[in-house]
């Protein structure tokens, strides 16, 4: 049984342009121990679909409106639906079962209080403890996520620190109450190419050494295929593609995900005059989406019927999520 | 990555404020009274008169109200008026007195058909003072405003722009400025050039632009790190042009919004002036003017005391919630 | 490629301004001595003819405190920098924040002025012009922004935005200029009916178009682009690019292309320049990445994340954090990271020096850096290739 499953998850902003269907029927379920990363373009839905497990949707505009997210809390009963807890219920349910990790780590700390009381908060909210339980918890978890000297870094404001160190104190912060899900969106998108590839091996080792769900939000295909298991692909706020990472990179079968790899330019010199591979067009308005499949208009291998019908999960039975009428290898 | 892709409608940025002010149904009304008011203002002479709009007389079309046309010229309006010769027609304004005109007969009359403001204990009507003193509180307030904002953008600009030394200089008279005590200041230099409308608009409009210049400073500063400001600097825009084509249409929505407020304190300012004797001359209808004169009768006539300070407050109100709500609308971070 | 550039030539006779022509003229000089099939290489072979040298230039910002605004510190954002880019060629510019590489190009440009140090910008000393001296020789140089969100004016329309430059230098009347931008708009990719609309009616890729087609208003002989594409989404960054190739070939432009993403410098770009802390760390031809052997050369190379999940590689990941720019570490000044420093590292600070041909460095050790450090690398960049 998984350990969280998503069923047709549907988030919608109330804006004055009209509704934007941000997530627009999400399904899919994560294991216990598993990596999920989920990928797609600004304006996909796949931050939305993280802020929306965790019920931390901006509200107005936005509003979860439908679906169900199931989460097996207790190992013998039944799931529970998070959409279903009560606010405090779900407090409770947040940091210490389904922790998350925001893009922008300076934002994401308080300014005013050290680092340590920081973290020493999210674990007294939850577990409690003596002041000394709890502080050495805090130098425990500083110095897991490796931050030198973490005794006397406990003291530092967050301005005193820098980006990577600051993300390193936010994953410190999420993991304090040992989450069994922990979810990151845009983990390292601020941060410097060195100093992510250290922030993606330490999720990596955190991950494997507490036996933790992960739900990586990137747009990074890259960092996808260095932490993650399984791939979901994003575009106008619907699943287009899901598979392991093999089979999302070697046999991608969606144009969109085919086009998002060729997109992406290798390490190496091409040939002179060589083109960059792009997907024309643009993302459609989400608050006007056309008939059919979103992706037509920008989609090499559209034909009349992709305007006009729906497209269901996996029309061309290939045994997994591929939402393309006409998906085949490239 | 790619924000504002959940938004594409295509609106000039007056209009996406004005949609954001929209949303505020009390904004909205108290904008409306703004319009009407100076409406009200400029027609004046139109809404509360003692002379026809117009009338025919003598076979000829004139309006009275404006010129007192040559073939009435010798003739006793108020006498012709009275009794009207055939042939005579004329349109009356909806209130039919000038705010100078005494009626003895009815001093201190209460609200009735004929006097819907009653009258103070001249004779004069209260309707008719109200509507000529707006004229005084609106020109008071726009002009001192626009003195201040005229002043406090110039400066704030050149500091913000320039920084340095300049800014340094600025800064430091704003600070000194902001040191005195304003509404003494006013009282001070009015008792020196004497009380008039014209030197109660500079005397405001001189002593309340460090607000508008520490705002626009601040702007500028924001701004000139803007990397469309260092776009134009890099293709060879003199100074001038930076500051005027890209500078200042920037800033201009944080400065309307204490323009809005400003307008508010200089009617308020001018009320009290007024009030005390250092305002606009007796002769001149003014709100504040006609608090003080309806001190005497506070007990037995309410209506002149009720009447000009809800004026007063109703318009102060109106332009400050137009501020609030101005204030909002461009603010980004309460926009969905 | 003949036929490219006789393409060329009219659009430029078609077009009013001098400069181009001129700048036009001489590239089919070279294609007239040599033949060369490659436009690019044609231009990067004549590099002797340089269009903008940089010789030691430095820059701090000084960080006032107390009230008096005494300096109490200073970030060192260049420390000493020499380069060269020839007409018509691209220099990558790469490095991690706080590097200094956009401050570098600032400085070229003259937006920000130098403490010390020299600027030669075709045969031109520009270091110490005042603006007013400037101001005819900015028709030559144009800026591309990261940021399309906050480096067009939001309220000009897209035709004011564009004719501004040829405004500001009094190229062509009214009519003209009208004619002149909208065939800018074309040539940048977008209909002629962005003409008076406001940027925000535009997504991303096609605001940063519009500030493409503003940076060529004057047919420019360089364009410093700060980190062009790295706002944009994937699948919009390409069209960015190959905007950005179509353009220099059309003028023979020259880009100082600013990046901190290895993989979209390499192939846009004739040489790569890696920055560290406000210096040179390695400069090299961009066909040369994988022979390129500063250590953080190598690790900045081996840390970017490929989209391949066999190539989990063992990579080589830097320990620490950039050290701080108020107070950089003596001697090199990538030591406190480096996995081979030695003691003369903390001491004494190595010179750019070139240890083969078209390769300079700055590394005490670059002659002992043989390919077998470089080696772990190496199978990561044949996956690559085959993706």
Known sequence: ?330 | MERGSLNPSSQKYSALIWRQFKKSRLAVICLVFVAILAAVAVAAPFIANDRPVLMRYNGSWSMPVLKMPVALRGVDLYELMSNPPAGTWMLMPPIKYSPGSYDLSSVLAAPSLQHPFGTDGDGRDVAAQLVWGSRVSLSVGVVAVGIAVAIGVLLGLIAGFYGGWIDIAVSRFIEVMICFPTFFLILAVLAFVGPSIYNIMIVIGVTGWTGVARLVRGECLKLRRREFVMAAAASGARDRRVMLRHILPNSMAPVLVSASFGIAGAILVEASLSFLGFGVPPSQPSWGSMLSQAQQFMDIAWWLTLIPGSAIFFTITAYNLVGEALRDAIDPNLRT | ?387
């Open chain 3, 1 to 387: 490629m003949q036929c490219g550039q006789a393409r060329a030539v009219l659009l430029c006779i078609k077009s009013v301004t001098r400069d181009s022509c001129i700048v036009i003229r001489k590239t089919l000089k070279y294609s007239g001595d040599f033949t060369i099939h490659d436009p690019r290489s044609t231009i990067y072979e004549h590099m002797n003819d340089i269009l903008v040298n940089i010789e030691d230039l430095k820059k701090r910002f000084p960080i006032e405190g107390g009230l008096l605004g005494r300096e109490v510190a200073a970030v060192h954002a260049v420390r000493g920098v020499s380069l060269s880019i020839g007409r018509g060629e691209t220099l990558g510019l790469v490095g991690e924040s706080g590097c200094g590489k956009s401050t570098l190009g600032m400085l070229l440009l003259r937006l920000l002025e130098p403490d010390s140090g020299s600027i030669i910008f075709d045969g031109v000393d520009i270091t110490r012009m005042s603006q007013r001296e400037l101001r005819p020789l900015r028709r030559r140089m144009q800026v591309v922004f990261q940021d399309p969100y906050a480096s067009l004016n939001p309220r000009m329309t897209v035709g004011e935005i564009v004719a501004e430059p040829l405004l500001v230098h009094r190229v062509a009347r009214r009519e003209e200029r009208r004619e002149r931008v909208i065939e800018l708009i074309r040539l940048v990719g977008l209909s002629e009916d962005a003409y008076g609309k406001y940027p925000h009616e535009f997504s991303g890729g096609q605001r940063q178009r519009i500030g493409i087609a503003r940076a060529i208003a004057l047919t420019p002989s360089i364009i410093v682009a700060d980190e062009p594409v790295s706002a944009l989404d994937i699948s919009i960054r390409g069209e960015i690019l190959n905007l950005l190739c179509d353009l220099r070939e059309r003028f023979s432009l020259a880009y100082l292309f600013i990046a901190h993403d290895l993989k979209v410098v390499e192939h846009l770009s004739h040489r790569i320049a890696v920055m560290y802390l406000g210096k040179i760390a390695e400069l090299f031809p961009a066909e040369g990445l994988a022979a390129a052997r500063h250590p953080y050369t190598q690790a900045l190379a081996s840390a970017v994340p490929l989209p391949d999940p066999g190539a989990r590689r063992k990579r080589m990941v830097l320990a620490g954090d950039v050290p701080s720019q108020i107070v950089p570490p003596a001697g090199c000044s990538f030591h406190p990271r480096c996995p081979y420093a030695q003691e003369i590292c903390k001491n004494v600070e190595p010179p750019l020096e070139e240890y083969q041909p078209g390769f300079k460095a700055s590394c005490h050790f670059i002659a002992e850096m043989s390919e077998r450090t470089v080696s772990h690398m190496a199978p990561a960049l044949h996956d690559a290739v085959r993706v």
């Open chain 1, 1 to 330: 049984m998984p350990l969280l499953s998503v069923e047709h998850l549907t988030t919608h902003l109330f804006t004055d342009s009209g509704v934007v269907r941000a997530v627009d029927g999400v399904s899919f379920s994560l294991d216990r121990g598993e990596a999920l990363g989920i990928v797609g373009e600004s304006g996909c839905g796949k931050s939305m679909t993280a802020l929306s497990l965790m019920r931390l949707v901006p509200e107005p505009p936005g509003r979860i409106v439908g679906g169900r997210v199931l989460f097996q809390l207790t190992a013998t009963g039944g799931p529970v639906d998070l959409l279903m807890l009560s606010n405090e219920q779900m407090r409770k349910v947040r940091g210490k079962r389904l922790a998350m990790i925001f893009q922008e780590p300076m934002t994401s700390l308080n300014p005013v209080f050290t680092i340590g009381d920081q973290i020493a908060e999210a674990i007294k909210l939850h577990e409690g403890g003596s002041r000394r339980q709890v502080q050495s918890r805090v130098v425990d978890m500083l110095s897991l996520v490796g931050i030198p000297t973490p005794a006397q870094r406990a003291n530092d404001y967050p301005h005193q620190l820098s980006g990577g160190m600051r993300q390193r104190v936010m994953i410190a912060m999420a993991l304090s109450c040992r989450p069994e899900i922990l979810l990151a969106d845009e983990p390292t998108t601020a941060l410097d190419v060195t100093i992510q590839a250290q922030i993606l091996d330490l999720l990596r080792r955190l991950q494997a050494e507490f036996g933790m769900s992960l739900v990586l939000v990137t747009h990074d295909l890259g960092v996808v295929a260095e932490v993650a298991q399984r791939v979901i692909v994003m575009y106008a706020g619907k699943i287009v593609e899901q598979g392991t990472v093999d089979q999302i990179f070697r046999q991608p079968l969606h144009p969109y995900t085919q086009g998002l790899l060729k997109a992406i330019p290798p390490l190496a010199k091409l040939p002179p005059g060589t083109r960059f591979a792009t997907i024309p067009g643009t993302v459609p308005d989400l608050a006007h989406l056309p008939r059919g499949c979103a992706f037509a208009d920008r989609c090499p291998k559209v034909r009349e019927n992709c305007r006009e019908n729906e497209v269901p999960d996996d029309p061309c039975n290939v045994g997994r999520l591929v939402r393309c009428f006409y998906a085949s290898n490239p």
